[in-house]
Every structure is written in C-alpha cells, then in structure tokens.
C-alpha cells in the first residue's frame, strides 16, 4: 500500500528504528500491569477504579498493542499518554476521596456543541467561550487538572500540556490545517474522556475493532463516561466561580441519550452542514488522526466510516427527536452556512434560543476574534471524496433524508 501522506523526514527515520528491527514492540512495550504499576510507584496512590473499570482499561491497551499496527512513534505517543493518564487518574481518585466537596459540586445546565467533524463545532465553541459569563475548559487542564510534582502554578502546567500539543503540530504539520492546537484553547471533551477507557479518545487514535465489538457489549461503560466527564467538571469547578460549562465532541452524537440521562438539564447545539463538504473533510481528519500513529491507513476505510458511522449517527439523533426519546425543546440548531454568512447573528440566534443574557461588547469580542484567527490560517485543508473512494452522487443518496429533515443549504 502506498503511503498515506509524506512524513517529516525525522520522523521517518525515527519509526524506521521500528521497522529495521522488526522489534516496535520490544524497543517501546506497552503491558498494562507495568504501566500501572509505574504510574502508581511514580505518584505514590493506589486507588484508580473498580474491576470492570480495570477490565476494560486492560482490554484497550491490549488492543493498541496488539490490533492497532502502531509504529514505533504511535507506540510511544501511546506510552506516553496512557502514562500520564494513569497519572492523573490516580490524583483525582485520591483528590475525591480526601475532598468530598469535590463530587458535590453542581454542574447546572451545561452547553453541549455536538456535530459531524468540519462542521463548525470548534470555532462555534471558541466564539461562546468568548462570553466571560459562560467556561469552557482549555487544553491544559484537560491533560493537567490537578497540581502535582513540581508543577503546582497553572502557567507550569499549561507549559507541560504546550510540548504535547505542539508534538502533533511537528510531527505532522499538515494537522494544523484541520485542527489548531494550543494549550490556551478550549478543548473537546474527549481530550479529558481518555481517562475512561472505554470512551472516544482512544478509539479516535487508534483502529481497535476487536475492542470496539467487546465494548458493545458493556453497556456500562456509556454511563461510566458520563460520570467521570461531570466528576471532571467538578473537579475544575471547585473553588473556583460557578459558570454555565461549554462542552463540545461529535463523539457525543453517538451517546446522545446518556448524555441527557447524566445532564437531564443540557443544551445542545446541533451543527448542520451539506454532507457534501464534511464527509471528505471528516474522513481526512479520522485517517490524519490515525496516520500521525501508523503507517496503516487506508484512506477508502476512512471514507466508508465517515460516510456511514456519521450518517448513522447524525439520523440516530433525529429520529429519537421525533420520537421524544430525548428532549428535542433543549436542542438548537445551528447551520455552518448561517454561522459563515453572519457569525454574530447566528450566535443570538442560539442565546434566544438558550435563554442566556447577551452579555455587553459580545459582537465585538465575535468580530475581532474571527478579525485575528482568519479561515486558512494555518494553511488551506486540501482533501477530496475520490481520495476516500467517495463521490457526490453517493453522499447525496446517503444523507437524503438528513439534509432534506433540517433543510441543510447545499454549498457551491
């Protein structure tokens, strides 16, 4: 198969340390007993999760290790991570059990930006969280909540999360063009949902099919995702000035349902746009996402899994609105044509809609944000349908009943 994309050529011969050994595996291991065991005599706690929790963590690294065809950076990147989440899971435990307060925080009404991949979700989050009445939470704590070590002041955390971040940036930086990463951003909730193992984060990052068909049958893991995402909130939330929370992730289309039974109370913003622009432009952001860990990626894969999984998702989502399955009067609508045409206009929409204050000088933070972050700052996202073994005619056919339900504007 040939090559995905090209590579910086220091990466290439980094995972080619991999390859001439045939010993990936052997030069970074990733056994979950051993990692386990270091991130507890690296913090000196005990206590990260009950049974099942343990089973399915051990079944997901598992699975990176044997299922995913990571090379040798993919086997690092995922090292490195599982690490530092087992790290951090391990302070919030012990936090939670030393301040109960914590888990008695209320997390009232929170905002949920959901959508297909490019279809505005993120800028729209970046322009809410712009609204000082409102939080949303950024990289940094994502991947440093607590402080621990030397790392005790925010701006030492938000420097450890910056060398992260800026990693993907180097080691491709075509992403940039898809995803602009920085510590300061508000972030997805996946980035915080890898301590679930079972949740989004490491299935986006690595193709585990083995524990994907596991994992559906553990219907408890879903609820177990959402009560560590409100525990998480709260955590960050404590001490600090109570906000309406700004939470984004498609993810979140596919768990529709035990979101609202976690957060009875949340509003969501469901962003629309012509299939036609994002089913390519998603299935290059899956297989870039997948690329930047192994040289594995089939780019037709990509283009069937974006063509059905969103379309099932995005449909799964309308049809238990006209079912009343979840409560469709606390779903907004918000179309990525509307959002381009006039960006303040389309944000009132969703504040009327939402019942919240248009807080003083909002159109102007709008204006002089988009002002200074300009489409294409980074460079233009070049993709097409054919490069995922896609066309017009076939998106048109699969989404019919998507676009013609929410009357979704076609884009030239």
Not at 80 to 105: C, H, M, S, Y
Request: proline share 6%.
């Amino acid at each position: 198969m040939a090559p995905y994309r090209e590579r910086p050529d220091w990466l290439r011969r980094l995972n080619a340390f991999g390859a001439a050994t045939n010993a990936a595996a052997g030069l970074v291991p990733l056994d979950p007993d051993e990692l386990l065991a270091l991130a507890r005599s690296t913090t000196g706690l005990e206590v990260i999760g009950d049974e099942a929790w343990l089973e399915t963590y051990r079944r997901m690294v598992g699975a990176i290790d044997g299922e995913s065809q990571a090379n040798l950076i993919g086997r690092f990147l995922a090292r490195a991570e599982i690490l530092r989440v087992l790290q951090t899971r391990l302070r919030l435990v012990d936090a939670w059990a030393k301040e109960p307060a914590i888990l008695e925080e209320p997390i009232d009404r929170p905002i949920f930006v959901l959508g297909a991949p490019r279809t505005g979700t993120t800028i729209l989050l970046e322009l809410l969280a712009l609204d000082p009445g409102l939080r949303a939470p950024l990289a940094w704590e994502a991947h440093h909540p607590l402080p621990h070590g030397e790392f005790v002041e925010r701006d030492s955390r938000r420097l450890l999360a910056e060398s992260e971040q800026e990693l993907w940036m180097e080691m491709q930086p075509e992403f940039a063009t898809l995803h602009e990463m920085g510590s300061d951003l508000p972030c997805e909730c996946v980035h915080f949902l890898s301590l679930e193992f079972g949740g989004p984060y490491w299935l986006m990052h690595y193709r585990v099919s083995g524990f994907t068909a596991w994992s559906m049958t553990r219907p408890e893991i879903v609820p177990r995702t959402y009560q560590l995402h409100r525990r998480f909130l709260q955590t960050l939330q404590h001490g600090e000035e109570r906000k309406p929370w700004l939470l984004k992730s498609p993810a979140h289309l596919a768990t529709i349902e035990g979101l609202f039974a976690e957060y009875p109370d949340a509003i969501v913003v469901h962003t629309h746009r012509d299939p036609r622009k994002f089913v390519g432009s998603a299935a290059s952001t899956t297989a870039m996402i997948q690329w930047l860990r192994s040289e594995a990626v089939d780019p037709a894969l990509h283009g069937q899994l974006a063509l059905g999984g969103f379309n099932m998702m995005l449909n799964g989502v309308k049809d238990l609105r006209k079912a009343g399955q979840i409560p469709d009067d606390q779903i907004i609508d918000s179309h990525f044509s509307d959002l381009m045409k006039d960006p303040v206009a389309a944000l009132r929409k969703i504040y009327e809609a939402a019942h919240l204050d248009w807080p003083d000088g909002h159109a102007e933070r709008i204006t002089a944000y988009l002002r200074d972050k300009p489409k294409g700052k980074h460079g233009a996202h070049a993709y097409s349908l054919e490069e995922y073994g896609l066309d017009e005619a076939t998106v048109d056919a699969a989404y019919a009943d998507y676009v013609a339900h929410y009357g979704i504007e076609q884009e030239g």
